[in-house]
């Protein structure tokens, strides 16, 4: 037995439905297989979990254009469709997600290596957009504009864009996927998504239920493969694709939307994050300690949305830092599988070293650490920094890493201007009982989104996306169908 076959047969072995295990890209309904293959391993032992076929094979690119081509052939009858057949559709395909929610959530761990209860919530997250454009579907409407001239009649109308392709990152494998095919399909849109090649088990699973679901063919693909840049080029720069969504760093959001120029695209871009954590003296710090846990640690300090400094007033400070560290203290890093994890494995070795490495880099410019050693491993257990200042790389750089960063203030101006000093702004958190207080800081702050008393802000209602460097566009929330579409203005005249 091979090494990808024993593997592949250890990683059906721990799911109650193996069928939802694909090895391939999905286009125009049926499933892709090559030669040329590439390894999805865990990140906790570097262990093989399966070999998954390429797209791509040099620059032979036929696969991804032939995915393209299909969503495009797809999309005028996918449009035709009332809002109605497609909600039917999609809550057939939800309802899957939440069937096989512990099975997902298992590849997902074995993949990714986020705890296997917060895997699990992942996919209900997941499945909560998918059933919240269903819904939002049904409420697409135009408006009716009282024209300049009697003889005139102003009508507005929304359409689909038409064939729109994704990019997700490895740190949400099954969200981020979902929360931009399920606006794009309920707006009437076809789609190419392409998952990292680090976690393409989650998104193929996706399509597996939705090929069950009976979403007809072409209307979601995905392709996956080893060669990001190949990949996105051709997503970005392809004059049948008419929409591109991507989330990842803004490094390569920025490549990606240079590429999207050629062919003046819509684009919307879910880009990288600097997030303040504020906590005023007027603030319950008891509850604050509770949400900086939940908005610094949760994916081990993998998300976009992760609290990157810590801002805390100074006549509090020191008692926020003893009860914060207490609370790290608790915390279980451990293997995602494993009872009671509360913080599994990042995701590779090069992300755990550029997270030493920049705890090495602030304690040399005077940062002091006062919980959390350093490891040789991908399971790194918290990390508690203090006498942290805005001018260090730690504190202008994503950190992206179970590492806590604290600052102290002094006034409430120099908080808000401290977090505002970055070229970021996608979430900013603070925490204060003053009402006028949460106003004026509520306004100061320079973010598209804010948790005020609050360190979990993500839900399906909400227009999740950030301003400056973050990023621009809204998923989400009854916003989120205005990405994917077009507003049509018709103007009749009646003589």
Known sequence: MSEATSANSILSSLLSDPTLVASGSYIDGQWQTSESRFKVTNPLNGDVLIEVSESTNGEDISLIESAIAAAKKAQPDWAKKSSYERYDLMMKWHDLM???????ATLMTLEQGKPLKESKGEIEYGASYVKWFAEEGKRVYGDTIPS?????QIKIIKQPVGVVAAITPWNFPNSMLARKIAPAIAAGNTVVGRPTELTPL????????????GIPKGV?????????????????EHPDVDKFSFTGSTKVGQILMKQCASTIKKVSLELGGNAPFIVFADADIDAAVDGAIKAKFRNAGQTCVCVNRFLIEESVHDEFVDKFVEKARQLKVAGGLEEGTDIGPMIHNEAANNIRDM??????AGAKRVFGELVETNLQAP???????????IAQNEIFGPVAAIQSFSSEQQAIDLANDTEYGLAAYFYSLNINRVERVAAGLKYGMVGINEGLISNAAAPFGGVKQSGFGREGSKYGLDDYMNMKYLCYNHG
Do not use: C, F, P, Y
């Open 202 to 213: 989650s998104a193929l699973a996706l399509a597996v239920l939705a090929e069950r679901a």
């Open 98 to 104: 939440l069937e096989h929610k512990d099975d997902l």
């Open 148 to 152: 300049l001239a009697s003889h005139q």
């Open 220 to 236: 979601i693909n995905i392709v996956v493969g080893s060669d990001s840049k190949a990949i996105g080029k051709v997503l970005t």
């Open 359 to 364: 705890v090495r880099t602030a304690e040399k």
């Open 383 to 393: 990390i508690v920094l203090t006498n942290v200042s805005n001018d260090m790389e």
